[in-house]
C-alpha cells in the first residue's frame, strides 16, 4: 500500500465517479481469469469467463472491465457519455500503474495460492 501511494481506484471512484449525476448501478459478475469485451449484434458485452454483462457503449464496457479486475461487484456508472470518455483513460492508466507495482511486490511470493489471498485483499482494500 505504501508503494502504491494515495492514488487509489477507491479514491479515484469518490472524486470523479460519485461527484457526477445522474449515476446508475450495475452488478458485475464474479471475475474470472478470462476477462474480454466483445461486439455483439446489439451492442458491446462484458465477459468474465462465460459469464457476461451488455455495456451501452464500448467506452463503458472498459469503464466496467477495469473494476471486474479489480473485484468490485457493484458499481456505479456515470450516466454521461463524454464524462466517461474523459475518465476512462485515467481510470485504466492508474489500474495499470497499480498492477505494476502490485506485480513488482508480490513477486517474491512463490506460493500462487498465497500470492492469490494477497492480491485479492490488496485489490480489496484499493476498491474501497
Known sequence: MEKIGAD???K????KVLSQKPLYSKELPKATDDISIKQGLFGWRLYSGKKYIECASELEAHYLKVWLEAGVEEIEVPEDETYLKTIVP???????KTNEVIKDQLSFI??????DRILHQ????LSK
Open 8 to 10: 487509489t481506484l477507491g
Open 90 to 96: 485515467k481510470l485504466e492508466k492508474l489500474k495499470a
Open 122 to 125: 490488496l485489490w480489496h482494500e
Open 12 to 15: 479515484f471512484y469518490q472524486e
Open 110 to 115: 512463490a506460493n500462487p495460492r498465497t500470492r
